[in-house]
């Protein structure tokens, strides 16, 4: 049970990857978590991480984002106690494909996880959150940048960016902020998969491949799960206060 003075966030896409830091990194200041994802064994180690950071014990909601039944019981459940403080996006799908060989079903389920899902969020979230709350949602570069054999996972997080900005222009009115973060690549088990060679990978990752039109990384290493996890928290504080349909 959380406390009056403790903030109370949502975190869908939980189980893992930037879901899981950005949980790990809430749980340190003491917010009151309530974790969303279809991975219910990833969702128990994402809890035990949460106590080892000494927050309070998170609500673990098996759910899907797709499903907005779902959805609508987890967010009861998780603000069964009074108005939430803010809600984090972090789900996400990616299947490799270009444009001759993408199914339909697979056109269908980006669309389904990456942009109905935020939708879902969004929507049955505003009426459960507390005025002046903030709204994160993680999509990608890849929502403003072409990617070769990226063509779902593109469009769908463009999607996620465009109603996270149009819903924050009408949650404004209740000082509600709504932001994007589009991170680049990030050492995820998404970004993993991608690698034809695991060894090579990070190389090919950091010096791009002009062939796949993708630039290289000229910092010179592959963004941790921590450091998109740092700039959402940013967004959700109140150091961030006047900071609203930017997409990072």
């Known amino acids: 049970m959380s406390t009056p003075s403790q903030r109370r966030i949502v975190v869908t896409g939980a189980a893992g990857g930037i879901g899981r830091a950005v949980a790990w990194q809430l749980a340190g200041q003491g917010v009151a978590l309530s974790l969303l994802d279809r991975d219910a064994d990833g969702l128990a180690v994402t809890a035990d991480g949460v106590a080892s950071a000494g927050g309070p014990a998170p609500l673990l909601l098996a759910g899907d ?21 803010g809600l ?10 270009g444009l001759t060989v993408t199914s339909e079903a697979a056109w269908q389920r980006h669309l389904a996880v990456n942009a109905t899902g935020v939708f ?40 996620a960016s465009a109603l996270t900005r149009c819903a924050g222009l009408e949650l404004a009115a209740r000082g509600i902020r709504c932001n994007v973060v589009e991170p680049g690549s990030t050492d995820t088990p998404m970004l993993r998969e991608l690698w034809a060679d695991p060894e090579t990978g990070p190389a090919r990752t950091i010096g791009g491949d002009p062939e796949a039109f993708r630039v290289g990384i000229p910092l010179g290493r592959i963004g941790a799960p921590d450091d998109v996890a740092g700039v959402v928290c940013f967004l959700l504080s109140d150091a961030a206060r006047q900071v609203t349909l930017q997409q990072v």
Not at 65 to 85: F, H, K, N, Q, Y
Not at 88 to 97: N, Q
Not at 123 to 133: I, K, N, S, T
């Open 88 to 97: 984090v996006s972090t789900a996400g799908l990616l299947e490799p494909a």
């Open 120 to 159: 879902h969020l969004l929507q049955e979230g505003a009426p459960r959150l507390r005025d002046g709350a903030a709204i994160v949602v993680v999509s990608s570069n890849a929502a403003r940048v072409p990617r070769l054999n990226m063509l779902a996972y593109a469009a769908s997080k463009a999607a």
């Open 65 to 85: 984002i797709a499903d907005r039944a779902s959805v609508a019981d987890a967010l009861s459940a998780a603000a069964a106690e009074g108005p939430l403080d």
